[in-house]
């Protein structure tokens, strides 16, 4: 079965500072990887996924994640937070068992950026 | 294209009343997922519907159910309500076949429902 831990419910930074979202996975076949976003008041968007290929997937609004078999992470960064990046974000993972994608969300994290 | 639309987008029960709840998904998508989302709980599955048959259920009792129609449009819907229920209900769409791309979700903005 497949799961997913995100580290911290809460993260904060300083606008300016970098952004640093942790996710571990477990799955037992070779998992897609997804990073999601929700704003206040909206439905979750995507911001980046992996499937294969190249392990350093970059996404909307600056953000980039990096898939680390050796270590079952996917963790989300951004150089330089803005206000706007206040959201929180969901790291989620899809693998083929039963014969189609199954999805299993993380817990989220609320990623606060202070002026 | 058009998103995945949800409706109503708010709406207010009292206990003991039923509910049900639309979520019309991206024009070719067959896949639909509903979740639940409360400040304490988080992000739930719910179930998934794909070619109009459940083909993932989560850990919710029976008074939630679903179903999906052959233009591939889901309802849920919640009997007796609890207080607890209290949530937004958010759906998803995806293509839902295998394949990368398939489990890609588009979710609409959801339905917040209150229950007194």
């Known amino acids: 079965a497949q799961s997913v831990t995100q580290l911290g419910s809460h993260v904060s930074v300083s606008e300016g500072a970098l952004v640093l979202l942790r996710c571990n996975y477990s799955?037992?076949?070779?998992?897609?990887l997804f990073w999601y976003v929700q704003y206040p008041n909206q439905g979750l968007q995507l911001l980046l996924k992996y499937t294969t290929g190249a392990t350093l997937v970059k996404g909307i609004n600056g953000f980039e994640a990096e898939f680390k078999k050796s270590e079952t992470s996917f963790h989300l960064t951004k150089p330089s937070a803005h206000m706007s990046d206040a959201a929180e974000y969901f790291c989620?993972?899809?693998?083929?068992?039963?014969?189609?994608?199954?999805?299993?969300f993380g817990t989220g994290t609320k990623l606060q950026v202070i002026p | 294209k058009a998103g995945v639309t949800q409706t109503p987008r708010y709406l207010i029960k009292t206990r003991g009343q039923q509910v049900t709840l639309s979520c019309s998904p991206i024009?070719?998508?067959?896949?639909v997922s509903w979740y639940q989302q409360t400040p304490g709980q988080g992000l739930q599955f719910l179930f998934e519907?794909?070619?109009?048959?459940?083909?993932n259920k989560g850990n919710f009792p029976g008074r939630f159910s679903g179903r999906q129609f052959s233009n591939s449009r889901s309802e849920m819907n919640v009997s007796t309500l609890e207080l607890g229920d209290s949530a937004l209900y958010l759906c998803?769409?995806?293509?839902?076949?295998?394949?990368?791309?398939?489990?890609?979700?588009?979710f609409g903005a959801g339905s917040r429902l209150t229950v007194l």
């Open positions: 024009s070719g998508h067959r896949s």
């Open positions: 989620a993972v899809s693998d083929q068992s039963g014969g189609y994608q199954k999805v299993t």
């Open positions: 799955s037992s076949v070779p998992p897609y």
């Open positions: 519907y794909f070619s109009e048959t459940q083909r």
């Open positions: 998803a769409s995806s293509l839902g076949g295998g394949g990368s791309g398939a489990n890609v979700l588009t």
